[in-house]
């Protein structure tokens, strides 16, 4: 079955990086869409970035264009997202996303703080 594990997430200071991984399996990883999404506190869960086989053609939201880059390494069928600039609004559980497949990850939780 379909299973993505996300890992990466942590506590890091206005300005500070943070790389996620989403580590995906139980499926034809190279063939498929993978997206991240994040929920914050009382809020919905919404669209971070995408990455679409097989050219990796990318899109992000415009409140982390320029500063999160997706991508992929289908040979350890693994996305990633590279987080740089953080700020505190991107506090967030972030979540791995297979759309065609309705699966989602557990979640990490990232927290920007001073």
């Known amino acids: 079955q379909v299973q993505l594990v996300e890992s990466g997430g942590g506590l890091v200071q206005p300005g500070g990086s943070l790389r996620l991984s989403c580590a995906a399996s139980g499926f034809t990883f190279s063939s498929y869409t993978m997206a991240w999404y994040r929920q914050a506190p009382g809020k919905e869960r919404d669209f971070v970035a995408i990455i679409i086989p097989p050219a990796g053609n990318t899109n992000y939201a415009d409140s982390v264009k320029g500063r999160f880059t997706i991508s992929r390494d289908n040979a350890k069928n693994t996305v990633y997202l590279q987080m740089n600039s953080l700020k505190p609004e991107d506090t967030a559980v972030y979540y791995c996303?297979?759309?065609?497949?309705?699966?989602w990850g557990q979640g990490t939780q990232v927290t920007v703080s001073s």
């Open positions: 996303h297979v759309p065609s497949r309705g699966k």
